[in-house]
């Protein structure tokens, strides 16, 4: 017989807190590498197979996109805001990304907790990447090559972000082509898989929550706020 699990004491707000801090900071870190991802395209004679690739090509318009809306200095932060959740819902699929990294919480959570959870989830998305366009530093990005993978027809595009400051990070980037168009719904930085990470960020918010959605959602709902505070 499995034993019963033993009772926990109920989690503190600032408990919580720190573990949605944490959660930001790994999305925070994504972002930026997505934004110089956004910003690049390949620069090479020798990457001519690369850069004719459908995928290849889905991402330079996509950083042709993000170069003439997002990067001006004199954007206000609504029509940034309003820019990047445009350009997030027709290149990124913000609900399989979602979905994935709330686990089999998703198959606990009532409609309304699985509705308030993705508004939320693409708040996050929209308030990072805005934040990152503010602050980009001119990173760029080298695609190395670009090849096919099942069984969903997947792409995986093998690429490394060159910095000013520090060694280049390798990336993997896997692109879905849908019914809609191509969609970002991964990257790997040097081996480890971001929606992978959110996922375990997010379980691990819920957990010291008591296990409960709810948790997470008040955590996010903080940061929405915390956010609008800022800028007003």
Known sequence: MTPAPALQAAPTTHKIKKDITTVIKSFTALCAILLSFALSVPAHADEAKSASSPPAKFVQGLGNTALM??????ITRKTREDRVRKILRDNFDVAAIGKFALGHHWREASESQRKDYMNLFEDMIVQTYTTRFEDYSGQKLKVDSS???????????????????????????????????????????????????????????????????????????????AAANKKG
């Open 69 to 74: 809306s997002l990067t001006g200095k004199n």
């Open 147 to 225: 090849t096919s993978v099942p069984p969903h027809g997947d792409f995986i595009v093998a690429s490394q972000v060159v910095q000013k400051d520090g060694p280049p990070v390798k990336l993997e980037w896997r692109i879905r082509s849908e019914d809609s168009g191509m969609r970002v719904v991964d990257v790997t930085v040097e081996g480890v898989s971001m929606s992978q990470t959110q996922r375990a960020d997010f379980d691990s918010v819920i957990q010291n929550g008591g296990g409960s959605i709810d948790a997470l959602l008040a955590s996010l709902r903080d940061r929405k706020d």
